[in-house]
């Protein structure tokens, strides 16, 4: 039978810092305000770079670090609700300027929750036997989705990319997992609505380009939902949270985490929070997360870690992996 690990991981973020003293020059909010109830304190906001942009250069940072070429990647994914367009996908133009000539290429749309989708479909192509590797990842550029005159929404979210690189192993990689939408409470977060206009069909062209959220509902549905996932996950794996050396949870806000950490009994000290530096980033933030404890020499070859998505959709995922 065959297995999916991963091999490699990666991250890149713009470099351009916007505190939340930055933000109450132009919104009216302030450090304390933010800081309180979210655990934000910066986010990177692109100059210029966009979805793809972002996504091919954390590509290439993990191609490198795998020792892979470009031209031997099988099949790229990525996870994103702020593409550069419509069509093409995002994947496709992460194909082209990596020169990942040989991979099919798709995104997927999970919202926050993307990484999570994305490996696991990643996970099934590789067990089936139909590729033999795959790069996922995830890349947001939401400041060009953020409504700036919306201080309930602007402060949340931030910019990056990171992602992972999969591989056929004999060796389990990714041991269970938990995926789940309820398309009923949709709605509580919205971006990019598109009414219907033609010469056939009258109307007003009022697209709500921006995000659109009830805070409230989302953190009703975050502090219910994971805990649920979570336990489920552990239950289908046979394992507990003493077998669980980090949970890696979608970087929203730290209220959320902490009534989570409360919630499955487990200390804060086995979560890993960065969003006081890069706010929301959908779903990149995960990916980044991995990358960052990587590089810091926090998590090591043989960890089990316990991954887990929530967001728009509604949807959430939860995954345990064997690092």
């Given at each position: 039978?065959?297995?999916?690990?991963?091999?490699?991981?990666?991250?890149?973020?713009?470099?351009?810092?916007?505190?939340?003293?930055?933000?109450?020059?132009?919104?009216?909010?302030?450090?304390?305000?933010?800081?309180?109830?979210t655990g934000i304190k910066r986010r990177h906001f692109s100059t210029g770079e966009n979805t793809s942009d972002l996504?091919?250069?954390?590509?290439?940072?993990?191609?490198?670090?795998?020792?892979?070429?470009?031209?031997?990647?099988?099949?790229?994914?990525?996870?994103?609700?702020?593409?550069?367009?419509?069509?093409?996908?995002?994947?496709?133009?992460?194909?082209?300027?990596?020169?990942?000539?040989?991979?099919?290429?798709?995104?997927?749309?999970?919202?926050?929750?993307?990484?999570?989708?994305?490996?696991?479909?990643?996970?099934?192509?590789?067990?089936?036997?139909?590729?033999?590797?795959?790069?996922?990842?995830?890349?947001?550029?939401?400041?060009?989705?953020?409504?700036?005159?919306?201080?309930?929404?602007?402060?949340?979210?931030?910019?990056?990319?990171?992602?992972?690189?999969?591989?056929?192993?004999?060796?389990?990689?990714?041991?269970?997992?938990?995926?789940?939408?309820?398309?009923?409470?949709?709605?509580?977060?919205?971006?990019?609505?598109?009414?219907?206009?033609?010469?056939?069909?009258?109307?007003?062209?009022?697209?709500?380009?921006?995000?659109?959220?009830?805070?409230?509902?989302?953190?009703?549905?975050?502090?219910?939902?994971?805990?649920?996932?979570?336990?489920?996950?552990?239950?289908?794996?046979?394992?507990?949270?003493?077998?669980?050396?980090?949970?890696?949870?979608?970087?929203?806000?730290?209220?959320?985490?902490?009534?989570?950490?409360?919630?499955?009994?487990?200390?804060?000290?086995?979560?890993?929070?960065?969003?006081?530096?890069?706010?929301?980033?959908?779903?990149?933030?995960?990916?980044?997360?991995?990358?960052?404890?990587?590089?810091?020499?926090?998590?090591?070859?043989?960890?089990?870690?316990?991954?887990?998505?929530?967001?728009?959709?509604?949807?959430?995922?939860?995954?345990?992996?064997?690092?």
């Amino acid at each position: 039978m065959f297995y999916s690990k991963i091999k490699a991981v990666g991250a890149y973020v713009p470099q351009n810092t916007v505190t939340n003293d930055d933000l109450s020059k132009i919104v009216d909010t302030n450090d304390e305000w933010i800081s309180s109830r979210t655990g934000i304190k910066r986010r990177h906001f692109s100059t210029g770079e966009n979805t793809s942009d972002l996504a091919a250069r954390s590509a290439e940072k993990i191609l490198e670090r795998a020792g892979v070429l470009p031209e031997d990647v099988e099949l790229i994914i990525v996870a994103s609700v702020s593409a550069d367009y419509g069509t093409p996908s995002t994947a496709c133009l992460v194909q082209a300027k990596i020169g990942a000539v040989n991979a099919v290429a798709f995104d997927i749309g999970a919202a926050c929750s993307g990484f999570i989708f994305a490996l696991s479909t990643a996970d099934k192509f590789i067990k089936s036997g139909v590729y033999k590797n795959a790069l996922v990842i995830g890349s947001e550029v939401l400041s060009k989705c953020a409504d700036f005159t919306d201080r309930g929404t602007c402060v949340l979210f931030g910019d990056g990319s990171g992602g992972a690189f999969l591989e056929r192993s004999e060796e389990v990689g990714i041991i269970a997992e938990d995926l789940g939408s309820d398309g009923a409470r949709g709605l509580s977060l919205t971006l990019g609505f598109k009414e219907v206009v033609s010469p056939y069909c009258e109307g007003t062209r009022d697209e709500h380009r921006f995000i659109e959220m009830d805070g409230r509902a989302i953190f009703d549905f975050a502090t219910r939902t994971v805990p649920k996932t979570i336990k489920k996950i552990l239950e289908k794996a046979d394992l507990t949270t003493d077998d669980v050396d980090f949970v890696i949870s979608h970087q929203a806000n730290a209220r959320i985490i902490e009534v989570v950490s409360r919630k499955i009994k487990v200390p804060m000290d086995k979560f890993y929070l960065n969003m006081d530096e890069y706010a929301n980033t959908s779903s990149a933030s995960i990916p980044i997360v991995l990358n960052e404890m990587w590089e810091k020499g926090i998590i090591k070859e043989g960890n089990t870690l316990l991954l887990a998505g929530f967001g728009a959709g509604l949807t959430w995922g939860s995954m345990l992996i064997k690092f």
